[in-house]
């Protein structure tokens, strides 16, 4: 399923800039058990790899501020999208972010 937090694929979701010399990745907001759900969902973006994915300081894998940014965004967007409350929420993803 395509994203429901980005109508634009082309650029990455957090510093809103094209590819540029740092390739796009699909970060799943949800991972480890919970990144089937994700992809199920649409609870996904695209990231740089490098600067705004994986390594760089504010990045969704090493701040921890960006990680509860994306949680929170993509809370709100699955509860617009798909009609549910906080606990419906809860159910499918175990946690409320907002």
């Not at 395509?2 to 590819?19: E, H």
């Not at 990745?25 to 919970?34: M, N």
Request: aromatic residues 12%.
């Amino acid at each position: 399923m395509k994203s429901i937090l980005q109508d634009d694929p082309d650029v990455c979701f957090l510093c809103g800039l094209p590819a540029c010399g740092d390739p796009l990745d699909w970060h799943h907001i949800f991972g480890g058990a919970l990144r089937s759900k994700s992809e199920k969902y649409g609870l996904k973006v695209r990231l740089h790899h490098w600067e705004c994915h994986i390594f760089g300081p504010e990045s969704a894998h090493q701040s921890g501020e960006t990680a509860a940014f994306l949680h929170r965004a993509a809370q709100e967007a699955a509860m617009k999208k798909y009609g549910w409350n906080e606990e419906d929420f809860r159910r499918e993803f175990y946690k409320n972010h907002l």
